[in-house]
């Protein structure tokens, strides 16, 4: 299907009083997208449907779109949206949005839209409260979530009851960050056409870099952080930096875990599993000097050493979940 192009109506930005300006949005990519078994993903309304009503969003009252764009570049209009439809699951769909100001400025955005007003609706609206809470512990490591609001999508036939509300948010869109993923052979990959494969020693960073992720992301007055049991290939995204290390940043959580403890926090990591189409991967790296590493760079030596005596000691006695014990020996000499 060839991209759409529409022009809304004359639109200024809050607070300008030049003259209207005339603006223009773009779609691209509405196809359909596949599963991973390779079939399409269930969805319930068109997406020109959507597409028509974000741009009468954003020409009239936008309470969505342009404050988040504001956010992230300051005041003044947009004259210039492209949204490309990158991602989509059951629940939501997933577009980047490209914006150039009438000063020539731009930015790129993340747009979540939820699929339908149910289901749909609750996993957006809990995913954006989510990245939230973890944005006060992670500003640097993740995404920044930048706007939630409602898209309403009209029904052809004016019959108020088919009226749909969609739950939506927006965040900022680091530039060069792709999905990560998991290859057969167990290796990470990052990109979807085609994937690029990192190496063992790679993975294994990535990995580390994960640990210290969650580990910074639990919060020990709240008692809250992610549910490393039920990550997802959205759940982080990868740049490949040339030579070094990838970095890796946190990009969505749908589920948090809550009453956490440090030494809960560790046991998950060193048993918590995730899965990419069907491959299963251990979260913690294969070495327990690397997964040491990975405590120290969240919350500092003296902490990391006292949070593991505390768990290698409750390993050992059986109270909380534990990997090995030739792993856990070894975490347990390197806390001394």
Not at 120 to 140: F, P
Not at 148 to 172: C, N, V
Request: net charge positive; proline share 6%; with cysteine.
């Amino acid at each position: 299907m060839p991209p759409s192009r529409r022009k809304p109506k004359a639109f200024t930005g809050r607070g300008q009083t030049a003259r209207p300006l005339v603006f223009t949005t773009k779609w691209n990519n509405m196809v359909e997208l596949l599963d991973h078994r390779s079939k399409p993903f269930r969805r319930f309304y068109q997406l020109e449907t959507l597409a028509s009503a974000v741009d009468k969003l954003v020409r009239d009252r936008d309470r969505l779109i342009q404050p988040a764009i504001e956010k992230v570049l300051g005041p003044g209009a947009a004259n210039s949206l492209i949204f490309t439809l990158s991602a989509e699951d059951e629940f939501r769909l997933v577009f980047t949005m490209k914006v150039t100001t009438a000063a020539k400025r731009k930015t790129q955005l993340s747009l979540v839209v939820a699929k339908n007003p149910e289901e749909g609706s609750r996993r957006v609206t809990q995913e954006y409260k989510h990245l939230r809470l973890l944005h006060e512990q992670l500003k640097e490591e993740m995404t920044e979530p930048l706007r939630a609001g409602i898209i309403f999508l009209p029904d052809r036939y004016r019959r108020e009851e088919h009226h749909r509300e969609l739950q939506a948010y927006l965040t900022a869109l680091p530039v060069g960050y792709e999905p990560l993923g998991i290859h057969r052979n167990l290796q990470y990959t990052a990109g979807t056409t085609p994937p690029h494969t990192f190496s063992k020693k790679e993975t294994e960073g990535l990995k580390q870099k994960m640990c210290t992720l969650a580990i910074k992301a639990f919060n020990p007055v709240t008692r809250n952080g992610l549910d490393t049991g039920q990550l997802d290939a959205s759940t982080f995204q990868v740049n490949r930096t040339g030579k070094s290390l990838p970095k890796l940043k946190l990009f969505n959580c749908v589920h948090m875990q809550t009453r956490l403890t440090s030494t809960r926090v560790i046991s998950f990591l060193l048993t918590d599993t995730w899965t990419c189409r069907d491959t299963e991967s251990a979260v913690a790296p294969e070495s327990p000097s690397m997964f040491f590493e990975a405590v120290v760079n969240a919350v500092g030596p003296e902490t990391a050493k006292q949070w593991l005596k505390q768990y290698c000691h409750q390993a050992k006695a059986g109270k909380v979940k534990s990997t090995s014990p030739d792993y856990i020996e070894v975490l347990a000499e390197l806390a001394g």
